[in-house]
């Protein structure tokens, strides 16, 4: 079972980027997925959470109006895509997947994690 994840670079602020995590080994359809960033000297925290269907969301209120987390089930793909970029967004983000079908914000909650995208976002 792996979770890769892609998408990540440097961007301006203000500026958009997708992140992506593609789904290997088994299909994750049923599982709810997340998106989590650690900047570096901290602690890895929640920043948008799927349930299985696509069709119950939960984010972060520092990214609350601009990101969306989608997923694809055909494709065995979660995507973040990001908006109105700020510097402090800067971080290494982890997508994760949990055996439950419903999202949580709890990093404790997963069971799989993916190996991390660099996000910088420069002044």
């Known amino acids: 079972v792996q979770l890769q994840a892609s998408g990540g670079g440097l961007v301006q602020a203000g500026g958009s980027l997708r992140l992506s995590c593609a789904a290997s080994?088994?299909?994750?359809?049923?599982?709810?997925m997340g998106w989590f960033r650690q900047a570096p000297g901290k602690e890895r925290w929640f920043v948008a959470g799927i349930n299985w269907t696509g069709g119950s969301t939960y984010y972060a209120d520092s990214v609350k109006g601009r990101f969306t987390i989608s997923r694809d089930n055909a494709k065995n793909t979660v995507y973040l895509h990001m908006n109105s970029l700020k510097p402090e967004d800067t971080a290494v983000y982890y997508c994760?997947?949990?055996?439950?079908?419903?999202?949580?914000?709890?990093?404790?909650?997963?069971?799989?994690w993916g190996q991390g995208t660099q996000v910088t976002v420069s002044s």
């Open positions: 080994g088994r299909s994750f359809s049923s599982n709810a």
């Open positions: 994760a997947a949990r055996r439950d079908s419903q999202q949580s914000h709890r990093p404790q909650d997963y069971d799989y």
